[in-house]
């Protein structure tokens, strides 16, 4: 083997190495992920499944993703503020209503009233107002929605994303951390609104994605072998032709040495 050749096949077996690490890390990664969606998943059900205990039981601290989807009850009355989550989805895109309730403790709560879809080709319909008088909210808890600042803080009542902390610190107010998800209202909600669903309890596309990438690898693996077989093949031939023209060379100037004498 010449010297050159030995590099490249240096070189190429340093590039598929490097390769072959990264696309197995990826594919852990998306295994890790796959773990922490079924994780998720049992969570979600875990919890959505239990009987509805009063909101001060669960949302009496920060909440947490361990604390979310516990079904909770709050009784109260709307203060009047209500905020249109913009950019969401459910089967379609629309917007989520959030309203602050004072629970019949006199704390402040954070409702997400429910889901309202966009009609085709129109702007987001109008948040409808909350029931008055006292109500009775049974629904999920969710943690609080992080993201920047400009998508946390409400601006002229719209919110990109759902945070209790954001909204009491433009109310001037305290409110509980976190928010519920209304599934049920009595006395009922407007029925233009969707409750939120719970989320989709699929294990999605990691699974095929780690065996994507574990097949890159396996792939970047044959093909260096594939390669090098190529080259040593095509060097043999080349040695081969070269012994035939030698010994063609040599057979000629065999006949041609009686005549020269």
Excluded: C
């Excluded at 922490?36 to 993703?65: F, G, K, W």
């Excluded at 604390?67 to 203060?79: H, L, R």
């Excluded at 596309?205 to 574990?214: E, I, K, R, T």
């Amino acid at each position: 083997m010449t010297r050159r050749m030995l590099l490249r096949w240096g070189a190429l077996l340093l590039v598929v190495a490097v390769l072959a690490v990264v696309f197995v890390q990826l594919g852990e990664w998306q295994l890790r992920r796959l773990d922490e969606r079924r994780a998720t998943n049992a969570r979600v059900l875990e919890h959505s499944q239990q009987q509805p205990q009063p909101y001060a039981q669960v949302m009496d601290e920060t909440i947490d993703d361990e604390d979310q989807w516990y079904p909770v009850t709050v009784t109260g009355t709307y203060t009047g503020e209500t905020y249109q989550a913009r950019y969401r989805n459910q089967d379609g895109a629309g917007t989520e209503v959030v309203s602050v309730l004072e629970a019949d403790d006199g704390r402040l709560v954070l409702i997400d009233r429910g889901f309202i879809p966009r009609p085709q080709g129109q702007p987001d319909p109008a948040p409808p107002a909350p029931p008055t008088g006292e109500v009775t909210v049974q629904g999920y808890v969710h943690r609080n929605e992080r993201g920047r600042d400009n998508a946390i803080t409400p601006h002229e009542f719209n919110i990109r994303l759902i945070n209790s902390e954001a909204i009491g610190a433009s109310l001037g107010e305290e409110l509980v951390d976190g928010y519920i998800t209304a599934q049920s209202s009595v006395p009922e909600d407007d029925p233009l609104l969707v409750p939120v669903a719970l989320p989709s309890l699929d294990e999605g596309p990691h699974l095929s994605y780690a065996w994507q990438w574990f097949s890159f690898t396996l792939i970047a693996v044959i093909g260096v072998v594939v390669l090098i077989r190529a080259d040593i093949r095509d060097r043999r031939k080349a040695e081969r032709r070269r012994a035939r023209l030698a010994q063609r060379r040599e057979a000629e100037e065999a006949i041609a040495e009686p005549a020269d004498t």
